[in-house]
């Protein structure tokens, strides 16, 4: 059982460099999350997608943009990358449809450590 | 918003002893979902218990029981009988259920690093 895969698990960044996260689930959940962990912080959401064609932003998403490519698949791209982004990044799905009683357990990725110079 | 807070950095338990990790959060909704998950070295975050605010009797999972008290928005964590595989860092995370922009998020406290000695 994959779970939820992301790519890449470590990448190393220049400022100004742009890169893509990817992240897939294979669990026909219906919401996919980012967030990123920092030191003394805990996570912190970015963007989340509660259906396939919709993104929303989450508490940090300056920087920041996301696409929701299929049910499966969901991108976050780092359009200029800078020192601030260095972090730990986690994709996380859930099978959450909406409604506030919905199942909600998150599944998360592995995580990426970006380091951005 | 919400906010969750974990006061305590580091703990640490002898293994075989129990441990109690605090949550608190701040909130004016009635209801709503608070959990607490496990983030052990391989950084793969693993969800360890959930509690529904509705409910009053305290969820339990195996070795794992939550004391939540509703009124004093609070949600600690009891690891009884504790193994060398229970160190790891563990979050308290809050979801709404209230509606509105807060949906399907997750806010979690900043993580308490539990260390087990054998």
């Known amino acids: 059982n994959a779970g939820v895969t992301q790519t890449p698990k470590f990448q190393v960044l220049k400022t100004g460099q742009s890169m893509t996260l990817q992240c897939a689930q294979d669990m026909n959940h219906n919401s996919m999350y980012w967030y990123r962990q920092d030191p003394g912080m805990g996570l912190r959401l970015i963007y989340y997608s509660a259906s396939e064609g919709t993104t929303d932003k989450g508490e940090v998403p300056n920087g920041y943009n996301v696409s929701r490519l299929n049910k499966r698949e969901f991108s976050l791209r780092l359009e200029s990358a800078a020192p601030s982004q260095t972090s730990v990044y986690f994709c996380?799905?859930?099978?959450?449809?909406?409604?506030?009683?919905?199942?909600?357990?998150?599944?998360f990725g592995p995580g990426t450590r970006l380091t951005v110079l | 918003a919400q906010t969750v807070t974990q006061s305590q950095p580091e703990m640490s338990v002898q293994e075989a002893e129990t441990v109690t990790l605090s949550c608190t959060y701040d909130t004016s909704e009635s209801d709503y979902y608070l959990f607490w998950y496990k983030q052990p070295p391989s950084r793969q975050m693993i969800l360890v218990i959930r509690?529904?605010?509705?409910?009053?009797q305290n969820a339990t999972e195996n070795r794992f029981s939550v004391n939540f008290q509703k009124a004093a928005k609070s949600f600690s964590l009891k690891i009884s009988d504790s193994q060398l595989g229970d160190a790891a860092m563990y979050f308290c995370a809050y979801r709404s259920v209230a509606g509105g922009t807060s949906y399907g998020k997750l806010t979690f406290g900043q993580g308490t690093i539990l260390t087990v000695h054998p």
């Open positions: 509690q529904e605010a509705y409910k009053q």
């Open positions: 996380a799905s859930s099978d959450w449809a909406g409604a506030p009683r919905d199942a909600d357990t998150q599944y």
